[in-house]
């Protein structure tokens, strides 16, 4: 264990800040080999490959937090994190009983290839997915895989492990035909190992094809409400950017969310949840512990139609009276811990893909999404990169140019139908200056909101 050296001495400086005026302390150390390889056309190279090791002690003095990260830990990281506490004196956080527990997640496919070689099954994704297409002009191929291993000390006498790997497989196209330029990508993300050798590759390859080709020869909508059946991974964006971010509790309190818990905002059949656990390879927000030291637990954000919980840190979770959820996470060392999510996907339901589609008589099956916002007041805009008209209860022509928008309330509330069929996709999550590895995902719904097209 590649802190435990050290852990005689990590205890004797939580007790010297103790010492020191502080009524609770906590430290959390980070070791990750990490690995990032760029591939497209004219450029070969690895943009990052080293380790990134050190740690952050964080006091509370006073009702106060104060902080310190390090690279190597000595009694002046504790004076430093002491005489660095300052504020309105108001932070009271949830304490928890001693714990000691270690979760090591082992990869099915182990990473086991050089850079080289890596880079050489990139270098063949890319001209495969060239030769599926030769109005494909630009490819770029990414990669990149980390090695985590974190411990977590707490003067409540929690000391926490985790160890896993996370690794990311991802591909930009650009093609090009007359006057249309369309572009396409795809990702494949795992806490499984080596995604390559977990996932077929054949996939990346017929996925890109086919988004080229809808967005090549694709219609553009017309603008307007439609029904529509959103696919897993559109329901997953929405469920995460239109919903997830408005529960994370230090935005809920003072946002659309903050006055309606325990009250109806969809169908009793509509249930979002955020987890940091999940079966699904591409359910990549590994969160067993939180930075915090917080065992994760599945939050139920709205439960059967009505919203129900919020994400929370320690100190939300006393603010509220919320029980802790494992919400509170880093970047890495140097960064502060904010309320995030892990998992956040919608919960399947009884109908099956077809039935939705079959009730249909003129909208939309929106697949893939291709970016997104969302603002506090729950207004809400995605693009889409690959989605197909409906017409009498049948799939017909691809699209182009799409893009949906709504108000989170109101098109939770417009949820109509949701099936059996269920799918998690991976991504990164913004906030604060911060990107941590994160899950969607969710069943196939059907629900009205207004598409837009742009020629």
């Given at each position: 264990?590649?802190?435990?050296?050290?852990?005689?001495?990590?205890?004797?400086?939580?007790?010297?800040?103790?010492?020191?005026?502080?009524?609770?302390?906590?430290?959390?150390?980070?070791?990750?080999?990490?690995?990032?390889?760029?591939?497209?056309?004219?450029?070969?190279?690895?943009?990052?490959?080293?380790?990134?090791?050190?740690?952050?002690?964080?006091?509370?003095?006073?009702?106060?937090?104060?902080?310190?990260?390090?690279?190597?830990?000595?009694?002046?990281?504790?004076?430093?994190?002491?005489?660095?506490?300052?504020?309105?004196?108001?932070?009271?956080?949830?304490?928890?009983?001693?714990?000691?527990?270690?979760?090591?997640?082992?990869?099915?496919?182990?990473?086991?290839?050089?850079?080289?070689?890596?880079?050489?099954?990139?270098?063949?994704?890319?001209?495969?997915?060239?030769?599926?297409?030769?109005?494909?002009?630009?490819?770029?191929?990414?990669?990149?895989?980390?090695?985590i291993h974190k411990e977590?000390?707490?003067?409540?006498?929690?000391?926490?492990?985790?160890?896993?790997?996370?690794?990311?497989?991802?591909?930009?196209?650009?093609?090009?035909?007359?006057?249309?330029?369309?572009?396409?990508?795809?990702?494949?993300?795992?806490?499984?190992?080596?995604?390559?050798?977990?996932?077929?590759?054949?996939?990346?390859?017929?996925?890109?094809?086919?988004?080229?080709?809808?967005?090549?020869?694709?219609?553009?909508?017309?603008?307007?409400?439609?029904?529509?059946?959103?696919?897993?991974?559109?329901?997953?964006?929405?469920?995460?950017?239109?919903?997830?971010?408005?529960?994370?509790?230090?935005?809920?309190?003072?946002?659309?969310?903050?006055?309606?818990?325990?009250?109806?905002?969809?169908?009793?059949?509509?249930?979002?949840?955020?987890?940091?656990?999940?079966?699904?390879?591409?359910?990549?927000?590994?969160?067993?512990?939180d930075d915090e030291g917080?065992?994760s637990r599945d939050v139920?954000?709205?439960?059967?139609?009505?919203?129900?919980?919020?994400?929370?840190?320690?100190?939300?979770?006393?603010?509220?009276?919320?029980?802790?959820?494992?919400?509170?996470?880093?970047?890495?060392?140097?960064?502060?811990?904010?309320?995030?999510?892990?998992?956040?996907?919608?919960?399947?339901?009884?109908?099956?893909?077809?039935?939705?589609?079959?009730?249909?008589?003129?909208?939309?099956?929106?697949?893939?999404?291709?970016?997104?916002?969302?603002?506090?007041?729950?207004?809400?805009?995605?693009?889409?990169?690959?989605?197909?008209?409906?017409?009498?209860?049948?799939?017909?022509?691809?699209?182009?140019?799409?893009?949906?928008?709504?108000?989170?309330?109101?098109?939770?509330?417009?949820?109509?139908?949701?099936?059996?069929?269920?799918?998690?996709?991976?991504?990164?999550?913004?906030?604060?200056?911060?990107?941590?590895?994160?899950?969607?995902?969710?069943?196939?719904?059907?629900?009205?909101?207004?598409?837009?097209?742009?020629?």
């Amino acid at each position: 264990m590649k802190f435990r050296e050290e852990v005689y001495i990590l205890h004797e400086l939580l007790k010297k800040s103790e010492e020191l005026g502080a009524t609770f302390s906590d430290l959390r150390l980070y070791d990750v080999d990490e690995l990032s390889l760029f591939a497209s056309e004219t450029t070969r190279q690895v943009t990052s490959m080293g380790k990134d090791k050190g740690g952050s002690l964080r006091v509370l003095v006073s009702g106060n937090w104060g902080y310190a990260h390090f690279t190597k830990i000595d009694q002046e990281t504790v004076k430093t994190a002491v005489e660095s506490a300052y504020g309105d004196e108001k932070v009271n956080i949830v304490m928890l009983p001693p714990l000691h527990d270690k979760v090591v997640i082992k990869p099915k496919k182990p990473l086991t290839k050089s850079p080289e070689e890596i880079m050489g099954d990139m270098i063949k994704l890319r001209d495969d997915i060239m030769r599926a297409d030769p109005r494909i002009r630009s490819i770029n191929v990414r990669f990149t895989a980390s090695r985590i291993h974190k411990e977590y000390y707490s003067s409540e006498d929690r000391e926490i492990v985790l160890e896993y790997e996370l690794s990311n497989i991802s591909v930009r196209a650009i093609a090009r035909e007359g006057d249309v330029v369309a572009s396409a990508s795809t990702s494949m993300a795992t806490y499984l190992g080596y995604p390559l050798e977990v996932f077929d590759p054949n996939e990346i390859v017929e996925t890109i094809k086919r988004r080229i080709g809808n967005q090549l020869r694709g219609k553009v909508p017309r603008g307007g409400d439609a029904e529509v059946v959103l696919a897993p991974d559109v329901v997953g964006v929405f469920s995460h950017e239109a919903l997830g971010h408005l529960s994370e509790a230090d935005l809920a309190i003072n946002g659309i969310l903050g006055n309606l818990r325990g009250k109806k905002i969809a169908e009793e059949f509509v249930t979002v949840v955020d987890s940091g656990k999940s079966e699904y390879p591409m359910a990549h927000g590994v969160v067993p512990y939180d930075d915090e030291g917080v065992e994760s637990r599945d939050v139920k954000i709205v439960d059967r139609g009505i919203v129900s919980e919020f994400l929370v840190d320690r100190y939300y979770s006393a603010y509220l009276g919320e029980r802790p959820t494992g919400n509170a996470r880093a970047e890495d060392f140097r960064s502060p811990m904010l309320i995030r999510m892990r998992n956040t996907y919608m919960m399947p339901g009884d109908w099956n893909k077809e039935e939705l589609i079959r009730e249909i008589k003129d909208g939309y099956l929106l697949v893939s999404p291709l970016g997104g916002q969302t603002s506090p007041d729950g207004t809400f805009q995605f693009g889409i990169q690959e989605g197909y008209r409906i017409e009498k209860g049948e799939v017909t022509e691809p699209l182009r140019n799409v893009g949906i928008s709504g108000y989170t309330l109101e098109t939770l509330g417009r949820i109509s139908a949701v099936s059996k069929d269920f799918g998690m996709w991976p991504g990164y999550c913004g906030k604060g200056g911060q990107s941590v590895p994160v899950g969607t995902g969710g069943p196939y719904i059907k629900v009205k909101v207004k598409v837009g097209g742009n020629e």
